[in-house]
């Protein structure tokens, strides 16, 4: 009897056991992502940024085996896109493409920041930096900064210059070059590049800094004239035009290329984050990801996720004195 007792028991506390495993087990958490995956972007179709974005998205997916879906949110600069993402759930299923600009350069522009780029965001990945250029219309007999220069001051008021948005890489320097040559000049803000570009091929502004992606095909096509690329090296694309240190030895301080990063919403698991980094990583040995950004001019570099944070830092600190000094802070 005590023998069959034992073996009842026995037998009940391996069943309990086995119910405590199963248990526990159905509880375990799927291994992420198990669904689609929303990735804002903070330019409108078409843009160099926009293009980057695109092809992450495509490449990831294909190494986490879930679709990227890219949703863009132009407008504000990038405050429109870092909204909609302060607004998702914490769960790692919305991500957003950022770049130098939205980062080091833009919530400084405004007296009350709109957010904190330290504390708002989990970085995740810097994809790449690519140089900026300085361009002009074609047939208006400028072909170097001299002859911006003597147009700004022959021009009542001064040069009329385009940008994808208050707080842009694009802004912050031509209005920190202008300063350089002495000459007075109006920001016009645009959402995006490409209404600059259409704007400046129509000659109602007579300059804007452009991404080179997005620049090389209208200077090739003969439609912009390049003056300078904010770089310490010429460019593989453009190696007859000079870099900026080149073309005014005084603006040498200004060349500084523009990035692109992924991140998520700050508190977004670490271990979300080291999977969508190591995605990215992988993405970097892939032939096919690699031929397309570098077709673009993107310099694709290792990249951890302290590096978005440290590299806005390092940007931050440049350009937060310079909007101080050139007064570009509104309400």
């Not at 909609?84 to 493409?97: A, E, F, I, V």
């Not at 109006?186 to 209404?195: D, L, N, Q």
């Not at 003056?227 to 603006?251: C, H, N, Y």
Request: hydrophobic fraction near 40%.
């Amino acid at each position: 009897m005590k023998v069959t007792n034992m073996r009842t028991a026995g037998f009940m506390l391996a069943s309990l056991g086995a119910w405590i495993g199963a248990a526990c087990w159905a509880q375990q958490p799927a291994p992420y992502p198990t669904k689609p995956i929303q990735l804002i972007a903070q330019q409108p179709p078409g843009s160099s940024s926009d293009s980057m974005t695109r092809i992450w998205a495509d490449c990831v997916s294909h190494e986490l085996g879930q679709p990227v879906v890219v949703q863009n949110k132009p407008g504000a600069n990038g405050i429109l896109a870092i909204s909609t993402l302060k607004g998702q759930k914490l769960d790692g299923y919305t991500l957003m493409s950022i770049g130098m600009s939205q980062m080091s350069i833009t919530p400084y522009t405004y007296k009350q920041h709109p957010y904190d780029p330290a504390s708002d965001f989990e970085g995740i990945a810097v994809l790449g930096t690519s140089p900026l250029v300085l361009t002009v219309p074609a047939g208006e007999g400028v072909s170097r900064l001299a002859d911006l220069q003597a147009l700004a001051k022959a021009t009542p008021g001064g040069l009329n210059f385009g940008s994808p948005g208050k707080g842009s890489p694009a802004h912050l320097l031509t209005t920190a070059l202008l300063d350089k040559l002495g000459v007075p000049g109006t920001h016009v803000p645009f959402v995006g590049e490409g209404a600059g570009v259409t704007n400046m091929m129509g000659k109602q502004i007579q300059a804007m800094t452009l991404v080179i992606g997005t620049a090389a095909p209208q200077v090739k096509a003969g439609k912009l004239v390049a003056l300078a690329v904010f770089d310490t090296q010429r460019s593989k694309l453009m190696p007859d035009v000079p870099t900026i240190g080149e073309a005014l030895p005084a603006a040498a301080d200004l060349a500084r290329p523009a990035w692109i990063a992924i991140v998520g919403k700050t508190g977004t698991s670490s271990q979300i984050v080291s999977k969508l980094n190591t995605a990215t990583e992988q993405c970097r040995s892939n032939a096919q990801y690699r031929s397309r950004l570098e077709a673009m001019n993107v310099t694709i570099t290792p990249s951890s996720p302290s590096d978005v944070h440290a590299l806005a830092a390092r940007d931050s600190a440049v350009w937060r004195p310079l909007i101080d000094k050139l007064g570009l802070a509104t309400e």
